[in-house]
């Protein structure tokens, strides 16, 4: 079992805090031409709700040049992209529909599809723009995760089958206590990004927390995300991190 390093933790008084270091970590990101490289740069957005504030101000941002990056999601709910509940929805009315980007540089996950084929359709496109990094797994320059009062990140919940997926880069995940499948990216891919970032607030998210940091051997999904080579970073909210020692 993996122990999170304290220094990737970042504990912010409010949640406006954790917001505003969260949109100027995100901005300095997408500044940087990865390795000075002409190639576009891979970003991949959390779904959920924590990230929509961040991403209204992304969108507000008059500096950020969208036409080379080109946008990903860590998951997505098997609906259809206008649902209440896409992670598309929310990202296209926080952001995506409020900035100049080119449609091809949006990669939506096709949720009203047949969820394995929707899995596969999405890792063929990913293969087929997102450099690989030195372990042979797509590389994405940012990462954006949440974390559910579970413990589940992207959509790799307690006791699914997608936990020990080692092979695919997205897989169709059976969630019997949600009743439902979700699309998500697996470990491999989430651990093969350059820099992964966590955006967690709430008291309902305390004690997931609290058994993430502490790595115990039953400590929930989202501790096994430890990037190989990356920056793994964990901006929580005071209220998220009030049972950490
Ligand atoms: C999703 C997300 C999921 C989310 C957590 C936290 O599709 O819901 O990918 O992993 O990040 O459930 O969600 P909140 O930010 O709404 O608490």
Not at 162 to 188: H, M
């Given at each position: 079992?993996?122990?999170?390093?304290?220094?990737?933790?970042?504990?912010?008084?409010?949640?406006?805090?954790?917001?505003?270091?969260?949109?100027?970590?995100?901005?300095?990101?997408?500044?940087?031409?990865?390795?000075?490289?002409?190639?576009?740069?891979?970003?991949?957005?959390?779904?959920?709700?924590?990230?929509?504030?961040?991403?209204?101000?992304?969108?507000?941002?008059?500096?950020?040049?969208?036409?080379?990056?080109?946008?990903?999601?860590?998951?997505?709910?098997?609906?259809?992209?206008?649902?209440?509940?896409?992670?598309?929805?929310?990202?296209?009315?926080?952001?995506?529909?409020?900035?100049?980007?080119?449609?091809?540089?949006?990669?939506?996950?096709?949720?009203?599809d047949?969820?394995?084929?929707?899995?596969?359709?999405?890792?063929?496109?990913?293969?087929?723009?997102?450099?690989?990094?030195?372990?042979?797994?797509?590389?994405?320059d940012?990462?954006?995760?949440g974390?559910?009062?579970?413990?589940?990140?992207?959509?790799?919940f307690p006791?699914?089958?997608?936990?020990?997926?080692?092979?695919?880069?997205?897989?169709?995940?059976?969630?019997?206590?949600?009743?439902?499948?979700?699309?998500?990216?697996?470990?491999?891919?989430?651990?093969?990004?350059?820099?992964?970032?966590f955006?967690?607030?709430?008291?309902?998210?305390?004690?997931?927390l609290?058994?993430?940091?502490?790595?115990?051997?039953d400590?929930?999904?989202?501790?096994?995300?430890?990037?190989?080579?990356?920056?793994?970073?964990?901006y929580?909210?005071?209220?998220?991190?009030?049972?950490?020692?």
């Open positions: 079992m993996t122990v999170i390093p304290i220094e990737a933790l970042t504990v912010f008084p409010t949640v406006d805090e954790l917001d505003s270091a969260a949109f100027r970590h995100v901005t300095a990101i997408l500044a940087q031409p990865p390795e000075g490289e002409k190639r576009p740069l891979h970003f991949v957005l959390a779904g959920g709700s924590t990230p929509k504030r961040l991403y209204e101000r992304l969108a507000a941002a008059a500096d950020i040049d969208w036409s080379r990056i080109h946008i990903w999601f860590s998951d997505e709910r098997t609906v259809w992209p206008g649902h209440q509940e896409a992670n598309f929805r929310m990202a296209t009315e926080s952001l995506l529909g409020n900035i100049e980007i080119p449609e091809r540089n949006v990669h939506r996950i096709p949720g009203e047949d969820p394995e084929r929707a899995a596969e359709r999405y890792a063929r496109e990913i293969e087929a723009h997102v450099p690989l990094g030195p372990e042979r797994w797509p590389e994405f940012l990462i954006l995760l974390m559910g009062e579970d413990g589940h990140t992207a959509s790799l006791g699914t089958a997608a936990l020990g997926e080692r092979s695919r880069i997205a897989v169709a995940n059976e969630v019997p206590q949600l009743d439902t499948k979700r699309i998500t990216l697996t470990f491999p891919v989430l651990n093969s990004g350059r820099n992964v970032t955006l967690v607030a709430g008291e309902g998210k305390a004690e997931a609290a058994k993430v940091m502490a790595g115990a051997c400590a929930p999904p989202a501790s096994r995300v430890h990037p190989a080579r990356g920056a793994l970073r964990w929580v909210d005071r209220a998220a991190a009030s049972m950490l020692p």
